[in-house]
T-cell receptor, first 113, second 114 residues
């Protein structure tokens, strides 16, 4: 059972453009929505995260937009740079005490120079 | 020095062999996890441990077993490896009490089963 659907699977953006990656979830009991970034040959690392009580969180060029009613959240990368080329995973966490993460299938982003 | 280390980094083995992947951490975290990553399938949780005496199955535990030897060590075993266990395996850690459950990943082990 896929609890979080991520799209697109891959994305090519020109340098300076906006990269947008979307995730949709079904379980309203999720209470935490992080995005992880993975460079080739490395493990994923937390990029930015949001709780459902806010609609947007911005950290530098990275913004999460959260739509609770639509059960969707998205990552926006402004002024995309070649160094942003990586695989991005959205994830969700159930509010129960055993807080494991469920990851989306990932989006491979390539920012062309 | 890396906070989360995995050994080996690469391993090629044959069908039917027993394989152990090891993970060590110096972050002092109580919680440890094993994931596998396959192209197009993302990260899937195999097993997780919230302390030394607490081991739990994840989404895809069949064919795998784990051992939590100490707070800092968490090993993943494939008792009889099969080709569809060829994947990239990651260990991760997180603190016990945190609002954000940030997980810190190791560098991964690339396993090939022939």
């Amino acid at each position: 059972q896929q609890q979080v659907k991520q799209s697109p699977q891959s994305l090519i953006v020109q340098k300076g453009g906006i990269s947008i990656i979307n995730c949709a979830y079904e379980n309203t009991a999720f209470d935490y929505f992080p995005w992880y970034q993975q460079f080739p040959g490395k493990g994923p690392a937390l990029l930015i995260a949001i709780r459902p009580d806010v609609s947007e969180k911005k950290e530098g060029r990275f913004t999460i937009s959260f739509n609770k009613s639509a059960k969707q959240f998205s990552l926006h990368i402004m002024d995309s740079q070649p160094g942003d080329s990586a695989t991005y995973f959205c994830a969700t966490r159930h509010f129960s005490g055993y807080s494991t993460l469920t990851f989306g299938k990932g989006t491979m982003l390539l920012v062309s120079p | 020095d890396a906070d989360v280390t995995q050994t080996p980094r690469n391993r090629i083995t044959k069908t039917g062999k027993r394989i152990m992947l090891e993970c060590s951490q110096t972050k002092g975290h109580d919680r440890m996890y094993w994931y596998r990553q396959d192209p197009g399938l993302g990260l899937r949780l195999i097993y997780y441990s919230f302390d030394v005496k607490d081991i739990n199955k994840g989404e895809i535990s069949d064919g795998y077993s784990v051992s939590r030897q100490a707070q800092a060590k968490f090993s993943l075993s494939l008792e009889s490896a099969i080709p569809n266990q060829t994947a990239l395996y990651f260990c991760a850690t997180s603190e016990k009490f945190t609002a954000y459950n940030e997980q810190f990943f190791g560098p991964g082990t690339r396993l090939t089963v022939l």
